[in-house]
């Protein structure tokens, strides 16, 4: 079965150790032959800027982006995704895709200008914040819990005109909400699992789980295990209760996975890495239908892409 995962740090590695290479090196989670191996079909590789290499500027998620074009969809094999026609007559799953994403709007620095850049250079999924405050909103772990700036409800009102989707994991439950008002398009959680199962300030209310149903928007399960147990040693078996608990809310058309590898420092039992996938499809299987399973792995997601990537037909 092939895989659509929607979150992996490994840029922000590659940037900070210039010296690894995307096809087998032991310092990754994700790379090129774990990929083939896994069934991988898409990977999203978030461009995120750790406040350890200094205040966050345009100049690193420039340097991220010219990281993926040459490394990954370049001598690493992968095809770019950018647009919905590069979906439309796949039959299933292409071989081996990747997408770009920004996790924490801070390296804009405040210039909308810079958002039309990335959107012009590829990426096609913008995170809003990472936990704490920036310019445009408050993060999850921003004690105050504020939503939007004026200048980040400039934002959102550009991603509505672009066609600039939205990921609202790391968005304080403020920001969430209001987000659900501003945007004209489903958004998603593409790192987040049920708060009702693990009680991770990072992962999602009921309430919040049921409005990204409601909007057909995607929620994907990460495989951080702070996020999947409250304690104990987490297994990959351990995730079976944030699906359970997704569906029984309604959202088997909305689940996804977003892994979070290489932005984690502790791993799942049995679910360490990308080629791993294939041993979590057969438990995944062993306890739901296959049209369910397939559908989490990759369909859904796809489903999602093909509705709401932008048009090329219709870029502004």
């Known amino acids: 079965m092939k895989v659509a995962d929607f979150h992996c740090d490994v840029l922000s590695k590659m940037q900070a150790l210039p010296d690894i290479l995307f096809e087998d090196d032991h310092r990754l989670d994700v790379t090129a032959e774990r990929l083939l191996a896994g069934g991988v079909g898409l990977q999203c590789f978030a461009i995120y800027l750790s406040a350890a290499r200094g205040r966050p500027s345009f100049e690193s998620v420039l340097g991220q982006i010219v990281l993926f074009r040459d490394k990954i969809a370049g001598s690493g094999g992968l095809q770019w995704l950018r647009w919905r026609e590069e979906l439309e007559n796949q039959i299933s799953m292409p071989p081996s895709w990747g997408m770009l994403s920004l996790e924490g709007v801070d390296g804009l620095e405040g210039n909308l200008f810079y958002a039309e850049l990335c959107f012009e250079l590829g990426v096609r999924f913008l995170g809003v914040t990472w936990n704490y405050a920036n310019w445009a909103a408050d993060g999850v772990l921003e004690k105050r819990n504020g939503g939007f700036t004026e200048k980040g409800r400039e934002l959102v009102e550009w991603c509505n005109h672009s066609g600039m989707l939205l990921d609202v994991s790391h968005l304080s439950p403020a920001g969430f909400w209001e ?53 104990g040693t987490a297994k990959a078996e351990d995730l079976l209760k944030h699906i359970d608990h997704v569906c029984s809310l309604g959202g088997d058309k909305q689940l996804m996975f977003g892994s979070d590898f290489d932005g984690i420092d502790s791993w799942l039992e049995n679910l360490e890495h990308p080629g791993k996938y294939p041993e979590f499809a057969e438990l995944l299987l062993a306890h739901y239908p296959e049209d369910s399973v397939k559908g989490w792995l990759s369909g859904n997601a796809v489903s999602y892409l093909k509705l709401h990537l932008p048009s090329k037909a219709s870029k502004p």
């Open 179 to 231: 987000l659900k008002e501003l945007s004209k398009r489903p958004f998603i959680a593409s790192h987040s699992n049920a708060a009702a199962i693990c009680k991770h300030p990072r992962n999602l209310s009921d309430e919040q789980i049921k409005a990204l149903i409601a909007m057909d928007g995607r929620i994907g399960l990460t495989f951080f295990p702070s996020f999947v147990c409250d304690e």
